[in-house]
């Protein structure tokens, strides 16, 4: 995939770094200088440039670009123009990272498709949640081994799990699965409220709607995730 990180200060390029060592193409911009050059040979692409100023970001790639990461986090003013200005250009998909909840209504206004807490959030999360498809979050245990929340594939919707067969096609325990429902609340909104169902058992039946949590190796989860 092709990814834009605006912003290399240590979450992007963290970001980039991860992006770029799993295969994907990564363009990492800062109007720092120095972050450029100490970055070049670590992410695909680096360019300084502003990537607030307009007719410089339209001779970017952007139609050809999967995803925009907004990583800039010194600087709310540079933050929301830059959001606002890849949001006018249309770009397939993009992520903003906020600083504070006031700063994440903006964003939410703007219209971006997903926030980053960084403060909250690891890069290496972040890497392997916008790499592979369906991932809802992950928690890295290793190098090689992982925790991930994963949307159940619509292959499984209505599947138990032991016929659904997960741990002999693809080494991966399934550790329980997340349900969601629509409750009221106590002033009359109607809210999204998700329930952990317990630890898995063979007789469960699997939800397109819900999120199934999976143990297993990095491989086994790559390989889970293309073939659905």
């Not at 979450?11 to 911009?29: D, H, M, R, W, Y």
Request: contains cysteine; aromatic residues 6%.
């Amino acid at each position: 995939m092709k990814y834009i990180i605006i912003g290399l200060g240590s979450f992007g390029a963290s970001l980039a770094e991860k992006l770029t060592e799993q295969g994907n193409e990564v363009i990492g911009i800062d109007t720092n200088m120095n972050k450029v050059d100490n970055y070049k040979e670590r992410i695909s692409h680096t360019i300084c440039m502003d990537a607030t100023d307009e007719f410089t970001v339209s001779g970017l790639p952007l139609r050809d670009t999967d995803m925009v990461v907004i990583a800039i986090g010194e600087n709310k003013g540079a933050n929301v123009m830059a959001t606002a200005l890849f949001k006018n250009f249309q770009v397939k998909r993009l992520v903003s990272r906020a600083i504070d909840s006031l700063h994440e209504k903006v964003l939410r206004a703007i219209g971006v498709d997903e926030i980053v807490h960084p403060e909250a959030e690891s890069a290496e999360r972040w890497a392997k949640k916008l790499c592979l498809k369906g991932v809802v979050d992950s928690f890295e245990l290793s190098d090689n081994y992982s925790i991930i929340e994963v949307k159940v594939p619509k292959r499984y919707d209505g599947v138990a799990i032991s016929d659904a067969k997960i741990r002999e096609n693809y080494n991966l325990l399934v550790l329980t699965t997340i349900g969601s429902s629509v409750e009221k609340s106590f002033v009359g909104r109607t809210i999204n409220v998700t329930k952990v169902k317990g630890v898995a058992s063979p007789q469960d039946v699997l939800n397109k709607d819900d999120i199934l949590v999976v143990y297993g190796s990095n491989n086994d989860i790559k390989r889970f995730l293309k073939d659905d």
